[in-house]
């Protein structure tokens, strides 16, 4: 999944899933650069579309240890997990994926999860002591959901074996459970438009 397909799926449940996502009660943003306009973007693809989508051949790696090349890692690793985290709250709380108007496709779910197993492979391949030992804990439960994801469609009635697999996976991120509970979080209601 490119990082704007992942910002977008993350932004549509997290406006729903805020409340229940983050320590402090609101859900991480997705991270934004500026551009030498100063115009605000989404980063971490290439003309918006991830290396590799499209049939495009992906560019040459930069060097990793190269700070540039550093940023970008960080920048694409947090929007991942993010996401991830966001979505996974909507589907960890029965009350806020009811008050979903649309959700994500089977393939878009997968995509995300995929993004993230992505951080969790470059993780493991990192130097020992450079990669996020929660990322690590986090991998059995994001396994478990992608199998269980690519055999259900979803819809606002989750199953329980994904329900508890979303809230596990959010434990091992170091997300509390609310504390209202699970059951109970009603999220936060969306802005509304002007």
Same mark, same amino acid.
């Given at each position: 999944?490119?990082?704007?397909g992942?910002?977008?799926?993350?932004?549509?449940?997290?406006?729903?899933?805020?409340?229940?996502?983050?320590?402090?009660?609101?859900? =991480? @943003?997705?991270?934004?650069? *500026?551009?030498?306009?100063? #115009?605000?973007?989404?980063? +971490?693809?290439?003309?918006?579309? %991830? !290396?590799?989508?499209?049939?495009?051949?992906?560019?040459?790696?930069?060097?990793?240890?190269? =700070? @540039?090349?550093?940023?970008? *890692?960080?920048?694409?690793? #947090?929007?991942?997990?993010? +996401?991830?985290?966001?979505?996974? %709250? !909507?589907?960890?709380?029965?009350?806020?994926?009811?008050?979903?108007?649309?959700?994500?496709?089977? @393939?878009?779910?997968?995509?995300?999860?995929?993004?993230?197993?992505?951080?969790?492979?470059?993780?493991?391949?990192?130097?020992?002591?450079?990669?996020?030992?929660?990322?690590?804990?986090?991998?059995?439960?994001?396994?478990?959901?992608?199998?269980?994801?690519?055999?259900?469609?979803?819809?606002?009635?989750?199953?329980?074996?994904?329900?508890?697999?979303?809230?596990?996976?959010?434990?091992a991120?170091?997300?509390?459970?609310?504390?209202?509970?699970?059951d109970?979080?009603?999220?936060?209601?969306a802005?509304?438009?002007?």
């Amino acid at each position: 999944m490119n990082i704007s397909g992942a910002a977008a799926l993350s932004a549509a449940l997290s406006a729903l899933a805020a409340g229940c996502a983050t320590r402090e009660g609101s859900a =991480p @943003e997705p991270a934004e650069s *500026r551009s030498a306009s100063g #115009a605000g973007e989404v980063t +971490g693809s290439q003309g918006g579309k %991830a !290396a590799g989508e499209g049939g495009e051949e992906a560019p040459a790696r930069a060097d990793p240890a190269q =700070p @540039e090349a550093m940023m970008d *890692r960080t920048r694409n690793h #947090a929007m991942a997990t993010a +996401g991830f985290a966001n979505t996974m %709250a !909507a589907f960890a709380a029965p009350r806020v994926i009811a008050k979903a108007k649309s959700l994500p496709s089977r @393939e878009e779910m997968l995509r995300c999860i995929d993004a993230y197993l992505e951080v969790v492979a470059e993780t493991k391949r990192a130097p020992q002591g450079e990669g996020n030992q929660a990322t690590l804990d986090a991998e059995p439960y994001a396994l478990k959901l992608r199998a269980l994801f690519a055999a259900w469609t979803p819809s606002t009635t989750v199953p329980p074996e994904i329900q508890r697999n979303a809230r596990d996976v959010l434990a091992a991120l170091g997300v509390p459970e609310p504390p209202e509970g699970w059951d109970r979080c009603e999220g936060r209601a969306a802005p509304s438009s002007p």
